[in-house]
C-alpha cells in the first residue's frame, strides 16, 4: 500500500487544518480519503528568535511602548459608558421625582428604627461598647448612596460580620476592630478592582446553609449569657467554650434578667407573627380601604417591633433607677455626639491597659485569618441579598465588591467595625417600598440623630432585652428546611452541609468553612477522577462489528488511568472487537493523558486489535501526538470508518 499526503492549511476563518491520507486500493479502483488533523500545536502564539532585534530595543524604547499602552488603557477606561457604572448613582438620580423621593423617605425611615436598636445589640456580638455599633451605620449608608447597584441594600452592620468581628478581634479592643474594617475593605476593594469575585462560587448552598446555621447557633448562645444577666462570667469564642462556661456558671444566674429576656422573646415572636396576617380577600384588589389599612398598621407594628421593644424596656429600666432600683443589667452610658473622623492606627496605639506600645504589625498579626476569611464571607452575604431583590435582574457583583469596600475603608475612619448589606433590614427595606439607593441617606441620618440626641436614653436599655432581639431575629437563620430538599435532590450535599455545620460549632468559623469548601473540592476531583463512559455495540455500514466508548469529560492525570482500564476491560471482555473512542466530550488533556493514550495504542496494537478515535479536537490532537505515538488514528466522518477497518484488515 502507497501512501502520500497533501497538506490544507487554514483559509484564516477558525477552520482547522488537516492531512488527507489517500490510500491506493490493489484492484486500481477509486481511492477513498480519510482526514485526520495536521499534527501542530497552537498558531495562538508563536516564538520570535531574533536575537539582533531584541539587543537592538532599548530600555527607553520599552518604556515608551509601556507608557503609551498605559495612556491606552487608561484613555479606553475613562469612558461615560464606565463612568457610569462604576458610579451607579449617575443612572438613576437624573431620573429621581417626587414619587421614588416619597418611597425611599418611608423605606429610610422604617429601616433606620430597626438599624438602631440592632447596632446597639450588634456591637455586644462583637465584643465591643454600643456606641460603635452606631458608628458603624450612618456614614456607610451614605457611601453606598454612591457606589452601590442595589436598592434594597442598607449597609451596616450584621450578625454574621460582628460575630467573625469577635472571634478575630476578641478583648483586644476597639482600635483592632477598626484596623480590620480598613484591611477587610481593602481587600474587598481590590476583589472588586481584579476581578476576583469568582472566589465566593467556591462556597456552594450546602456549604453556605452549614455556616449560616452554625453561626445562628453561635450567636443564640453568645446572646443566652446576657439573656441569663451572667454575662461577665462566661468567656469563650466557640460554641463549646461558651456552653461550657454558661453551664459552670450557672449559679449567677439573675432571675429578673431571665424573666425580663423570655417575656421580650415571647413578644417578639408574637410581633413577628402579626405581621404575616392579612384581613380581608386574599386579592388586594377586592380589599375594602379600611381592611388595608389595617393590614398596614399590622405590619408596621412588626416591623418595628425591636425599636418598641428598646423604648418599653428602656422606660421601665429609667423608671426603676429612678426609683433607685436596679434589678437589671444595663447597657451603661454611651457617649454622646459624633464619632472623632480619624485614620486607622497605622503608627500603632498604647494599651491602656498595659502601657504597652502596640504596633500595625503588631494588630494585623493578632487579627490573623480574619482578614481574609472576613471579607469573603462580607461578599457572600451583600451578593446573595442583592440576587434575592434582583427580580431577576443580573448582579453587578464586581460593583458590589467596589461599593462594600469603600464603605468598609470610609467607615474605617469614622471608628466602626466592619459590615456589609444585611438580609433582614433588607427585607424592611424593600417592603417599605425603598426606590432608589437614597434611602439609605434616611436611614444614616437617623442614625446620626440618635448618636446626637438620644444616646442619654440608651443607657437604660435592659442587656437582656437586646439578647433577646438578637435570639429573636438569627434562630430563623438556622437552615433546617434545606435538608430535606437537599437530601431528595442528592444526599452527597448533605456531607459538606453537616462537615461546616459540626467544624463551625467545634472549632472555629473559619476553620469549618474551609472543610466544607475543602469538601467540595474533593467531590469536584472525584468527579473530575471518574468520568461516566457509556459503552454500545455497533455495526458499521458494511456489518462490522464494533464497540463505541464514550467519556462525558476531559482527560486529565486523576482520570486517564480509570479510563485506560475501562476501555482496556470493555476492549477485550467479548472478545477482539474494534474499539472507537468518541472523543466529542473530551475537550482538554495533558501530559499524563497523553502517555497513557501511547501505552493504550501500543496495547491494542500489541494484540492486533483496532483502536480509533473519533472526532477528537485539533488542540488535543496535539498534545497527543507531541509524544508521537504510533497507531495513533483519529477520524471525523462515520462513514470513514468503514475504510478504517478495511485498511487494517488489508495491512494485518
Not at 501 to 507: P, R, T
Request: hydrophobic share 45%.
Amino acid at each position: 500500500m502507497t501512501a502520500m499526503s497533501d497538506k490544507h492549511s487554514s483559509n484564516g476563518d477558525g477552520q482547522e487544518n488537516r492531512k488527507s491520507l489517500t490510500s491506493h486500493l490493489p484492484d486500481g479502483g477509486s481511492s477513498s480519503t480519510i482526514c485526520i488533523p495536521e499534527p501542530m500545536g497552537s498558531t495562538d502564539f508563536i516564538l520570535v528568535n531574533d536575537d539582533t532585534r531584541r539587543r537592538n530595543t532599548t530600555l527607553k524604547e520599552n518604556l515608551s511602548k509601556l507608557q503609551t499602552k498605559a495612556k491606552e488603557k487608561i484613555r479606553k477606561g475613562c469612558t461615560k459608558k464606565l463612568l457610569m457604572k462604576r458610579l451607579p448613582i449617575t443612572r438613576w438620580f437624573p431620573a429621581y421625582n417626587i414619587p421614588f423621593a416619597v418611597g425611599d423617605l418611608v423605606a429610610g425611615i422604617t429601616v433606620g428604627l430597626t438599624v438602631i436598636p440592632q447596632a446597639l445589640a450588634y456591637a455586644n456580638i462583637a465584643g465591643l461598647p454600643p456606641q460603635y455599633g452606631l458608628y458603624g451605620s450612618f456614614f456607610g449608608c451614605l457611601l453606598y448612596i454612591i457606589f452601590g447597584s442595589c436598592k434594597d441594600v442598607p449597609m451596616g452592620p450584621t450578625a454574621i460580620i460582628s460575630l467573625l468581628t469577635y472571634q478575630a478581634v476578641g478583648d483586644k479592643g476597639p482600635e483592632h476592630a477598626i484596623m480590620l474594617t480598613f484591611l477587610s475593605g481593602c481587600v474587598i476593594l481590590l476583589m472588586g478592582i481584579l476581578g476576583l469575585g469568582f472566589v465566593i462560587d467556591f462556597v456552594s448552598g450546602p456549604v453556605s446553609s452549614g455556616f449560616t446555621s452554625a453561626v445562628a447557633l453561635i450567636i443564640v448562645t453568645s446572646q443566652i449569657k446576657d439573656l441569663l444577666g451572667i454575662g461577665q462570667y462566661v468567656k469563650g469564642n466557640t460554641f463549646v467554650e461558651m456552653w461550657t462556661a454558661i453551664i459552670q456558671n450557672f449559679q449567677h444566674v439573675r432571675v429578673a434578667d431571665t424573666v425580663l429576656g423570655i417575656i421580650c422573646i415571647v413578644v417578639l415572636l408574637l410581633l413577628r407573627a402579626l405581621g404575616a396576617i392579612s384581613i380581608g380577600p386574599k386579592d388586594n384588589e377586592k380589599k375594602l380601604m379600611s381592611q388595608k389599612i389595617t393590614n398596614k398598621v399590622l405590619w408596621l407594628v412588626s416591623t418595628t417591633r425591636n425599636a418598641t421593644l428598646v423604648i418599653v424596656t428602656g422606660i421601665i429600666g429609667w423608671a426603676l433607677a429612678d426609683k433607685g432600683q436596679k434589678p437589671f443589667i444595663l447597657i451603661g452610658e454611651v457617649p454622646a455626639g459624633l464619632p472623632n473622623i480619624q485614620p486607622p492606627a497605622f503608627t500603632g496605639y498604647t494599651d491602656e491597659a498595659t502601657g504597652e506600645h502596640v504596633s500595625f504589625s503588631d494588630i494585623v498579626s493578632n487579627l490573623g485569618s480574619g482578614i481574609i476569611v472576613l471579607p469573603i464571607l462580607a461578599i457572600l452575604e451583600n451578593i446573595s441579598i442583592c440576587k434575592a431583590f434582583s427580580a431577576g435582574k443580573s448582579v453587578d457583583a464586581t460593583q458590589e465588591m467596589i461599593a462594600i469596600g469603600i464603605c468598609n475603608i470610609g467607615n474605617s475612619f469614622v471608628q466602626a467595625f466592619p459590615g456589609t448589606g444585611a438580609l433582614a433590614r433588607s427585607a424592611v427595606n424593600n417592603a417599605s417600598g425603598v426606590r432608589t439607593p437614597l434611602g439609605g441617606l434616611y436611614t444614616g441620618l437617623l442614625v446620626i440623630l440618635s448618636l446626637l440626641f438620644f444616646t442619654p436614653f440608651f443607657q437604660f436599655i435592659p442587656k437582656t432585652a437586646l439578647g433577646a432581639l438578637i435570639i429573636a431575629a438569627v434562630i430563623f437563620m438556622v437552615e433546617v428546611k434545606v435538608v430535606k430538599p437537599m437530601y431528595r435532590c442528592k444526599k452527597i450535599d448533605l456531607i459538606p452541609f453537616l462537615g461546616t455545620f459540626i467544624f463551625c460549632l467545634a472549632i472555629k468559623l473559619e476553620i469549618g468553612i474551609i472543610v466544607g469548601v475543602g469538601i467540595n473540592i474533593l467531590f469536584i476531583l472525584y468527579q473530575a477522577a471518574r468520568p461516566k463512559i457509556s459503552i454500545d455495540r455497533l455495526f458499521t455500514g458494511e456489518g462490522i462489528e464494533y464497540m463505541m466508548l464514550t467519556p462525558d469529560r476531559c482527560l486529565i492525570f486523576p482520570s486517564v488511568d480509570y479510563v485506560r482500564n475501562l476501555v482496556t476491560k470493555h476492549g477485550t471482555k467479548e472478545g477482539i472487537f474494534p474499539v472507537v473512542i468518541d472523543c466529542s466530550h473530551i475537550y482538554g488533556a495533558d501530559f499524563t493523558a497523553a502517555r497513557v493514550v501511547e501505552s493504550l495504542t501500543n496495547d491494542f496494537a500489541a494484540r492486533n486489535q483496532p483502536l480509533f478515535f473519533f472526532n477528537l479536537k485539533p488542540s488535543v490532537v496535539a498534545i497527543f501526538e507531541g509524544l508521537q505515538p504510533k497507531d495513533f488514528v483519529v477520524y471525523y466522518e462515520e462513514n470513514d470508518l468503514d475504510m478504517l477497518l478495511k485498511r487494517r484488515a488489508e495491512t494485518a
